[in-house]
T-cell receptor, first 114, second 113 residues
Framework: DAKTTQPPSMDCAEGRAANLPCNHS???????VYWYRQIHSQGPQYIIH???NNETNEMASLIITEDRKSSTLILPHATLRDTAVYYC???????????????FGTGTRLKVLA | DSGVTQTPKHLITATGQRVTLRCSPR?????VYWYQQSLDQGLQFLIQ???????AKGNILERFSAQQFPDLHSELNLSSLELGDSALYFC????????????FGSGTRLTVV
């Protein structure tokens, strides 16, 4: 399975952009990159995903390098409510239809400062 | 409300006992996944079911088992409980296809005393 590497923690000033990096150097051609976040002990929340093109939605932007070995999640205007653990995950398709699994790493603990 | 329902929200039980955690997936989702999160730890993948069949297995102990029923709800059975089994147990569901993300439930907090 492809693995991801993220910095353990980051701080960001409220209102500024938060840029969270992720390395996935062993990613294969059909593996998507997903980002989730977990606030306190709540269930992880889906943020965004991409294969090779940059993606944007109402929550964030995802920038994937051309070689797909790394990506950056951008929260354009971080708020205190964005304080959470952010997980970068590569989803792997297994054998047989509908066989997938996420392997969560330790994530990046983002603290947004007032 | 994410659409994935987990019950109960909290469970306190004694060592050696057996418990069942229940998960109802989001409407239309065929896949169900179970994860364990111990205190201040990451999420450990336990097992996946797709339309009633086991499809992927992670770090699931032999004392643990799961199944998915014809109505697509899933149960995770934990037996011979130990103190170290105290954790948050999350269920997630997804639609078919590699480009679909997971929707997580709010979890069951299990405390073994």
């Amino acid at each position: 399975d492809a693995k991801t590497t993220q910095p353990p923690s980051m701080d960001c000033a409220e209102g500024r952009a938060a840029n969270l990096p992720c390395n996935h150097s062993t990613i294969s051609g059909n593996e998507y990159v997903y980002w989730y976040r977990q606030i306190h002990s709540q269930g992880p929340q889906y943020i965004i995903h991409g294969l090779k093109n940059n993606e944007t939605n109402e929550m964030a932007s995802l920038i994937i390098t051309e070689d797909r070995k790394s990506s950056t999640l951008i929260l354009p205007h971080a708020t205190l409510r964005d304080t959470a653990v952010y997980y970068c995950i590569v989803r792997v398709e297994g054998v047989g239809s509908g066989t997938y699994k996420y392997i969560f790493g330790t994530g990046t603990r983002l603290k947004v400062l007032a | 409300d994410s659409g994935v329902t987990q019950t109960p929200k909290h469970l306190i039980t004694a060592t050696g006992q057996r418990v069942t955690l229940r998960c109802s997936p989001r409407s239309g989702d065929l896949s169900v996944y179970w994860y364990q999160q111990s205190l201040d730890q990451g999420l450990q993948f336990l097992i996946q079911y797709y339309n009633g069949e086991e499809r992927a297995k992670g770090n699931i102990l032999e004392r643990f088992s799961a199944q998915q029923f014809p109505d697509l709800h899933s149960e995770l059975n934990l037996s011979s409980l130990e103190l170290g089994d105290s954790a948050l147990y999350f269920c997630a569901s997804s639609a078919q296809g590699i480009s679909y993300g997971y929707t997580f439930g709010s979890g069951t907090r299990l405390t073994v005393v």
